[in-house]
């Protein structure tokens, strides 16, 4: 089959895998992606096939006849703003930190599982999507205004990369999506490594070489020089997700990272600069961790430059029948599936739920319903009940828009004529700041929320600072 490139919504992907049950699973997975597949079990095939241009290429490090390694600068060349997997049941850090460099999209370690792959699929397709609309990337994170607001946000955060950038919110809220977003608008031209790091599945013992490399004899079992991630993210973005689950023993080599801009591999006398920007994420309430001993107060001041909270579906309804029909269309071709659409009244019903899963709960209960949705069906069978278990029955229609909430107490400003949320944010902030005599970082913390997070509603609501 010839490979042609193609937009996103059928792109062209070229799997170079010798294990054929692997490279089935794989290309089944990918399909459903909506790409179209050119299937190579060694490197003679895949150079063959490498004379058509590919949107995607899926490459197994060891091959028959030769390393997946050597081939990459090839297929580079050849397709320069393809996203390049190295998948490899063996895998060496060493050379993951050069094929970081020379641009490889992602680096995954056999067995991978079909969500996995799936994921990665997901970040692939929205490279090839910021490649079509490279002017405006935030449009991935979605429309509702607060969504609008955090694209502003990483729009001015993209200015200054020298600044370090915290994103924090509920799990399944998008902050992985939101530290891709900000790496390309501060990197407009696609070149430069984004390298993210799960904080929560390094072990502390490991976390040190890891991140800084090490070199030759550091420690038992270190029988070649490794580079580390630190070093492949140098001239890009470093995102550090859950940033609140680094051990405490090794903050103190993180916060050096974060003030000199410079590391030491394991057992080497010699620094290294760093260049690039650092992102993190976290799930956690920063400031309650530091109060219960587990981060330093010092670490937090150092991440917590400029903050990002990503606000929860809940909070950003008008974004869920976009995601649903995204989501859904996702699953029809998962599954093989002609196109289902969404009733009005289940439209309403998923706009009533609070969604504590966020985005991933709301693919859940519709691959869920999809299973049961008859195969001739034209409207997907929403599973109701399931909604009704995890929701306390809500009601099925959209809500009408809240109305505006005072006080007998103390009338909110009526020009402002805030909806219900935002009244009852601004009454939580002025009795916070009350209570600390207009301290901000006091207010902030019994909030719940990072001092810029409360300045920048403050900046909103002005009369709220007591003077």
Not at 35 to 62: E, I
Not at 114 to 123: D, K, T, V, Y
Not at 346 to 367: I, M
Request: charged residues 25%; proline residues 7%; hydrophobic residues 45%.
């Amino acid at each position: 089959m010839k490979a042609t490139a193609a937009p996103v919504e059928s792109f062209a992907c070229l799997i170079v895998d010798d294990d054929q049950a692997f490279a089935a699973m794989a290309a089944e997975v990918v399909r459903a992606a909506g790409a179209v597949v050119t299937q190579a079990h060694d490197l003679a095939g895949a150079r063959k096939a490498a004379q058509q241009p590919f949107d995607l290429v899926l490459l197994d490090n060891h091959l028959p006849d030769g390393k997946g390694y050597e081939f990459f600068d090839q297929i580079s060349r050849r397709n320069p703003n393809a996203p390049i997997v190295m998948i490899t049941g063996a895998p060496d850090l060493g050379e993951a930190v050069t094929l970081t460099r020379n641009g490889l999209f992602e680096y995954l370690t056999k067995p991978i599982s079909i969500a996995a792959l799936a994921a990665c699929l997901s970040r692939v397709k929205m490279r090839l999507h910021a490649r079509q609309t490279p002017e405006n990337p935030t449009e991935w994170l979605g429309d509702s205004p607060a969504m609008r607001e955090v694209g502003q946000f990483l729009r001015q955060a993209a200015k200054h990369a020298a600044s370090t950038v915290l994103l924090t919110g509920e799990t399944g809220t998008g902050k992985d999506l939101a530290a891709r977003v900000l790496h390309q608008l501060s990197y407009p031209g696609g070149n430069a490594p984004f390298i993210a790091v799960n904080c929560a599945a390094l072990p502390g013992e490991m976390f040190e070489s890891e991140l800084f490399g090490a070199e030759r004899g550091a420690y038992t079992g270190a029988e070649k020089k490794r580079g580390g991630l630190a070093a492949a993210a140098a001239h890009g973005t470093l995102f550090l997700d859950e940033i609140g689950e680094v051990p405490l023993a090794s903050q103190a080599k993180l916060l050096r990272l974060l003030e000199a801009r410079e590391f030491r591999p394991l057992g080497s006398t010699e620094t290294q600069p760093f260049t690039g920007r650092f992102a993190a994420a976290t799930n956690k309430n920063l400031a309650e961790e530091v109060k219960a001993g587990r981060f330093r107060e010092d670490l937090l001041y150092r991440f917590d430059v400029f903050s990002i909270e990503l606000p929860p579906l809940r909070q950003r309804r008008a974004d869920i029948p976009a995601l649903a029909e995204i989501l859904l269309g996702q699953l029809v071709k998962k599954y093989g599936r002609s196109r289902l659409l969404l009733t009005p009244e289940d439209v309403g019903r998923l706009l009533a739920h609070d969604f504590p899963g966020n985005v991933r709960e709301l693919r859940n209960v519709l691959e869920r319903s999809l299973l049961k949705t008859e195969d001739d069906a034209k409207w997907l069978a929403l599973d109701v009940n399931w909604l009704n278990r995890a929701a306390a029955a809500r009601i099925a229609k959209p809500p009408e828009p809240p109305a505006p909430v005072t006080t007998s107490e103390e009338p909110l400003p009526p020009e402002r004529n805030l909806p219900a949320i935002e009244a009852q944010e601004y009454r939580l902030i002025r009795d916070a700041l009350r209570e600390a005599n207009g301290g901000i970082r006091r207010a902030a913390t019994k909030l719940g929320m990072s001092p810029q997070a409360l300045l920048r509603r403050l900046e909103k609501w002005p009369e709220l600072r007591v003077n």
